[in-house]
């Protein structure tokens, strides 16, 4: 079940925060609406890591249908195009 509490509870934050855990966040209120999360560090940098892996995932997706639509270009192109690019 979600820990839910007033963002008032803040207050005695020492008491709020006691209720964080991993797998346990402890959701904010304010004027009745959901509006924060208090997470576990461990459980936000795992959060981090899915988001860029996520990102990751779209990049290669994009460049997969880039390929399939342009065209893909061999090894040596790739290493032509960044010789050029950034050696002169």
């Known amino acids: 079940m ?3 509490k007033p963002v008032s509870d803040l ?3 020492g008491e709020v925060l006691r209720d964080v855990a991993i ?3 402890v959701f ?3 004027n009745g609406y959901g509006r924060y999360a208090v997470l576990d560090i ?3 940098r795992e959060y981090e890591r ?3 892996m996520h990102q990751l ?3 290669i997706e994009k460049g997969r249908r880039s390929g399939e639509e342009e065209g893909w270009l061999t090894g040596e192109e790739v290493i032509q195009y960044f010789e050029e690019k ?3």
């Open 2 to 4: 979600p820990n839910i």
């Open 42 to 44: 461990e459980e936000y």
């Open 28 to 30: 904010l209120t304010k």
């Open 11 to 13: 207050r005695n934050y």
């Open 50 to 52: 899915m988001r860029a």
């Open 86 to 88: 950034y050696h002169g």
């Open 57 to 59: 995932l779209e990049e």
């Open 23 to 25: 797998g346990q966040p």
